[in-house]
């Protein structure tokens, strides 16, 4: 059997385009102050945001710094500030996010040098929930039982990649340093919701204290920059509803 | 520069699945350092989608034998059966171990894990497929990943991030060397770091970016293969890459074989169903190694579709919309955003991308690297994950194997090397351990020559797309060969832009570029020296398998000045007696 087929090119308008690009730059071995630095280049509309960085760094200016792996939106590696809004570098396209780009590093945490910022204080948010299943039952040598629906509960917070768009995009976040941010939250509800973990009330206590979920001020800032889709604000929600009603 | 100094029982370089698995075992039991150039998260085990394999028979009847089978045949003979059988039964106590960690499972109705089908696995060495994928949702990859970190974090491992690993230090001369510790470069000040230790463990993953199309992260650059090459570790069986048949056209990110599984169909520009020549039986899900060499006959033949004839396509038009909805979302999302194409209305650009190394750093069942063709210990050094040779996957790795290599082999190595530290002394290295690496930064930041990396990188990979990918001639690898020299030529004269010593990527992707150069040509040779085909390793020039002369294992060795050596060691063989490989 044979059908025809119709090309890419007349399916999806892949074509040539200028992008122009305005990148805020900050060397620390130079700069005393950050500054903006503007690049044209041609590149096709299929290409991502995170593509563009790269054809500069290779083909205008080398010293231009930011940090890339996967490059399709699963190790959270290019979380930046893309036309003023946290997205990952790597997963928006030139033809959706346009031609003219101006990008800056994410907000509230440290800038080192130009986008890579320093993440150790949002780990150390990250950590200090206790991201970790705790269960001190001994389950020998099988595998511990649980529900699909059990297991539905926290499905959505297991998604995180830990790229710190949600924190790096909230109000509170940027203002007030103690505040642990949405991811740690989100990386606490995981475990708080899974019915295998002991350690649910030792997590609300954390998240109880003046830095934890109180401080959220339900802007949705997080839900709409978080590249995996979680619902971060209901999760928050669903924290703060569990500290009020089902701490033990 | 300055150049710190730490002392350590055991360092583990690299931070994906077999890195973070091996500190589970040493972390709280030996003094341990982790040293990854990313951080942890970001590692590419993160990007595994479809499962792990272990016989656990909770949804049908299984046996570890059988998983072994499907393993040594899938192999095409060249695993080694010991390590194979080792593998497939401690399976089972890797899933359950990942389970008590608190990986978030699919569940069967009765809450257990869940398990499906997967290729190239099945019931009674061949009868059908078998349900022994356990699997959690389409993102396996990323909890083993995070739980195993979060693990990490709860037994407070001590993590070198964005640390780059530039060369490995021993003790002693010849015969009488061990591993000693490692050299680091520390990407927020452009400091270096002496790390001496009585362990090394080698888990740096795969090398995927010496080709143009991979499905592999930008930071896949054979890091460790390439430091151990330099000091004189052989690597072994680097011929055999995996090229996954479905990849998204110029970009390499992976479509599942799913697609095909839930009734995808392979077209060429004419629109003709291929495979319907190329295998009448099962057409689109023929092995991997068949389907992506029939895609480059067609590409090569002019049937190609595009305005260069270089891809064809994945068609899913003919399939019902909610059936794309329930069983492939993700794959429909990577092709709405990277292409801006509805899966359900417009056939998907795809082309081979290169996916996995079933070669790399000579190991044995313990993760000890071994040097010889007699399997001769280094003391002290191990490896373990995609950067290391068993050999479990031989000349070609069935899917879901990977992430059950790490886990096991991870902790396995993890475990030889607690057990290794505590026997011996530490080791007394001069200060000038430092000076190689320190002069080789120096050399680089002080470059003035004319060359840029990325021009030498992308001719580089394109070469190797084009000459020592899917199908290899002995022409097309002279010509590869070719290339690499001149390229080695260009490298010496490659200059940075970025003099600085804050997060100067300009200068690690310099230093990456060399590993990339030496795999390559090990790639190369050992693919030119083998005049047989098998697995993955094609030659149009010598199209059948000739187990009489080359069921054996290669060894390459790099000698002080350069040139590069061929051995071989035999296969391990067991209860599977090789056959032809039909499915």
Known sequence: MTTTVQTAEETSLIKEVDVHLTIKRFNPEVDVRPHWREYDLKLKSSDTVLNALIAVKGTIDGTLSFRRSCAHGVCGSDAMMINGENRLGCVNLISSVGTDLVIEPVRGLPVIKDLVVDMEPFFAQYRSVLPYLIADDDPGYKERYQSPEDRARFDDTTKCILCGACSTSCPVYWANGSYIGPAAIVNAHRFIFDSRDQAANERLDILNQKSGVWRCRTSFNCTEACPRGIKVTEAIEEVKRAILYDRS | MNIHYHSYDAVIVGAGGAGLRAALETAGNVRTAVITKLYPTRSHTGAAQGGMCAALSNVEEDYWEWHAFDTVKGSDYLGDQDAIDIMCREAIDAVIDLEHFGLPFSRTPEGKIDQRRFGGHTRNHGEAPVRRACYAADRTGHMILQTLYQQCVAADVNFFNEFQVFDVLFDGEGASRRAAGVVAYELATGDLHVFTSKGVLFATGGYGRIFQITSNAHTLTGDGPGVLFHRGIPLED????????????????????????????????????????????????????????????????????????????????????EQIDAKLPDISGFVRTYLGLEPKTDPIPIQPTAHYAMGGIPTNVHGEVVIDANNTVLPGLYAAGECACVSVHGANRLGTNSLLDINVFGRRGGRAMAEYVKEVDHPDLPRSVVDPTRERIDAMMHSSGSEKVGAIRSELQVAMMRDASVVRTGESLQDALRVIHELRDRYEKVTIDDKGSVFNYDLTEALELGSLLDIAEVLVLGADARKESRGAHWRDDFPTRDDVNWMKHTLAYRDESGAIALDYKPVVQGRYEPMERKY
């Open chain 2, 238 to 321: 680097m011929e055999f890459y995996q090229f996954h048949p479905t990849g998204i056209y110029g970009i390499g990110i992976l479509l599942t074989e799913g697609a095909r599984g839930e009734g995808g169909i392979l077209r060429n520009g004419l629109g003709e169903r291929f495979m319907e020549r190329v295998a009448p039986t099962v057409k689109d899900l023929a092995p991997r190694d068949m389907v992506a060499r029939a895609i480059h006959a067609e590409i090569k033949e002019g049937r190609g579709a595009g305005p260069d004839k270089d891809y064809v396509y994945l068609d899913l038009t003919h399939l019902p919309p």
